[in-house]
């Protein structure tokens, strides 16, 4: 059985918690200004740098939240996550013979292991990860967006849409994505076409998302795989800690050290700005700020986070 949140720390009160992540927001904040905005059309929320929310959700379903943590925005690669639990969903373990599980040291969007590694990504959290995952489930899967969105769907309790505007932004800018496409086409690690399985990984970038919706999102890999809001398994126990172990040491890209020594917990970043993350057995965790940092994460959602860790003891390590 899941283990519920008090089992591991002592219970907190609901009002501390809420006015714990306004002193953390007012503290962390303001680092967004150090950081750029990636570029995306300005009508999307994810384009307004002082936008700021953080949301922990426990594993009973009590929500904590601050800022403008009901807003939409498009998930972007924390949609990595749920693409690697579908695929996992259908075809297990046998997933890792297309994509490996070690941190590329690299860019989210660099090419340039692929072609020394025989066209075989180092993690599903890369970008070319991410299309090798694309491309299993466009022939495992009878309908591959929905294999991922409808189960975003299940753990947010919210049905999961595609935002038109960030769609159009993602198939204008995928020039690399499907560089990377081809380049493992040529290797035969890539078995549809190309433009299909871009096309299926832009659609699951611009998915809409909330940063509570994220945080509740997270709470199955923290609760052994299962759905805490439906009971439903999602994925075993093991799969869903592996899943877990990829997060910490891949989830930032080549942050990823960086993030486990600070935050010493599993995430997942987007360049929209949010950061989402589990601490087993207790909370569903997601930052939300646009700017970034030089590596593509969140600077003040990271920060945030970080202080989050320190305050109420979440690290694993
Ligand atoms: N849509 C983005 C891309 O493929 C997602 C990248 C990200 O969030 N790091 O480039």
Not at 257 to 277: E, I, N, R
Request: glycine share 8%.
């Amino acid at each position: 059985m899941p283990s519920s949140p008090a089992a591991h720390s002592a219970p907190i009160e609901s009002s501390d918690l809420e006015a714990l992540l306004a002193d953390v927001a007012d503290r962390s904040r303001h680092l967004a200004e150090e950081g750029e905005v990636e570029d995306q059309p300005e009508e999307l929320p994810s384009a307004e740098s002082t936008r700021f929310a953080l949301a922990l959700v426990d594993l009973d379903g009590n929500e904590h939240v601050t800022g403008d943590a009901d807003l939409g925005f498009a998930i972007q690669s924390v949609v990595k996550v749920f693409a690697l639990t579908a695929a996992l969903q259908h075809v297990g373990e046998d997933l890792f013979d297309r994509v490996g599980r070690e941190p590329s040291g690299d860019p989210f969007n660099s090419l340039v292991q692929l072609e020394q590694e025989q066209g075989i990504p180092r993690n599903p959290f890369i970008n070319a990860g991410a299309l090798t995952v694309c491309d299993v489930l466009l022939d495992a899967a009878d309908d591959p967006y929905d294999a991922v969105a409808g189960l975003l769907g299940d753990l947010t309790g919210d049905e999961a849409a595609v935002n038109d505007t960030a769609l159009d932004a993602e198939r204008e800018g995928s020039s690399l994505n499907r560089a990377m496409g081809h380049l493992m086409q040529s290797f035969g690690n890539v078995h549809h076409p190309v433009d299909d399985v871009v096309e299926l990984y832009v659609r699951l970038c611009s998915l809409t998302v909330t940063t509570r919706t994220l945080a509740r999102a997270a709470r199955f890999l923290a609760n052994e795989g299962v759905n805490p809001l439906t009971g439903a398994p999602v994925l075993s126990e093991p799969l869903a800690r592996r899943v877990n172990a990829l997060m910490l040491t891949c989830g930032t890209y080549d942050a990823a050290g960086q993030f486990a020594y600070d935050l010493g917990f599993p995430c997942k970043s987007g360049v929209a700005g949010a950061v989402m993350g589990d601490v087993p057995g207790r909370f569903g965790v997601c930052a939300w700020s646009p700017p970034l940092d030089e590596k593509g994460n969140s600077r003040a959602g990271r920060a945030a986070l970080h202080l989050l860790s320190e305050r109420l003891d979440l690290s694993l390590l």
